[in-house]
């Protein structure tokens, strides 16, 4: 079974920093390109970020380019996304997510919740 | 950036009725086009992909067509566990993008 968990999620004061993991198990983590999507609570669902199965290609939203790193350990099965320079507005409930043949978001974590505010 | 429009923002129908979304891009996006049902504090739960495939274990009243820019997802007949949000998404060019969401309530 496919499991997607993201754990790391919490209070941070505008400026700093954060480090959002998802553990994945249940498939062949190398071989996909995953993903980060967040969704501010009651509002839409936003792309952040893509990364391919070993890790050489990574693209990101403009809102988040410069601020925000997505890597992986594909020896652990675990996604990252190494948030700084966070701001009000990155305030969201963060999910990744693993991509079906590239053009879809096949299955998705529960989510991580990120605050940030002072 | 390629925006996603869809319609009706939201709607009220009761079980059994055919519902049908639609979803516009704002340039052609071929057939990379993806819809997801999501329910309050749920993860979004994968439906159909590239248009009109049905990701496994979906059931066959869900159903897609489209290509281009106009796109549509149709409930042949709702049941109650379809009341949900529906996004629509392309994924044929980064950065992907989302539709706003269509809310589907009970009447």
């Known amino acids: 079974e496919v499991q997607l968990v993201e754990s790391g999620g919490g209070l941070v004061q505008p400026g700093g920093s954060l480090r959002l993991s998802c553990a994945a198990s249940?498939?062949?983590?190398?071989?996909?390109?995953m993903h980060w999507v967040r969704q501010v609570p009651g509002r839409g669902l936003v792309w952040v970020s893509r990364?391919?199965?070993?890790?050489?290609?990574?693209t990101y939203a403009d809102s988040v380019k410069g601020r925000f790193s997505i890597s992986r350990d594909n020896a652990k099965n675990t996604l990252y996304l190494q948030m700084n320079s966070l701001r009000a507005e990155d305030t969201a409930v963060y999910y990744c997510?693993?991509?079906?043949?590239?053009?879809?978001?096949?299955?998705w974590g529960q989510g991580a919740l990120v605050t940030v505010s002072s | 950036d390629i925006q996603m429009t869809q319609s009706p923002s939201s709607l009220s129908a009761s079980v059994g009725d055919r519902v049908t979304i639609t979803c516009r891009a704002s340039q052609t996006i071929s057939i990379y086009l993806n819809w997801y049902q999501q329910k309050p504090g749920k993860a979004p739960k994968f439906l159909i992909y590239t248009a009109s495939s049905l990701h496994s274990g979906v059931p066959s009243r869900f159903s897609g067509s489209g290509s281009g820019t106009n796109f549509t997802l149709t409930i042949s007949s709702l049941q109650p566990e379809d009341f949900a949000t529906y996004y629509c998404?392309?994924?044929?060019?980064?950065?992907?993008?989302f539709g706003q969401g269509t809310k589907v309530e009970i009447k």
């Open positions: 997510a693993r991509a079906l043949r590239v053009v879809t978001l096949d299955y």
């Open positions: 249940g498939f062949t983590f190398s071989t996909f390109w």
């Open positions: 990364i391919n199965g070993d890790g050489s290609i990574t």
């Open positions: 998404q392309q994924s044929y060019s980064t950065p992907w993008t």
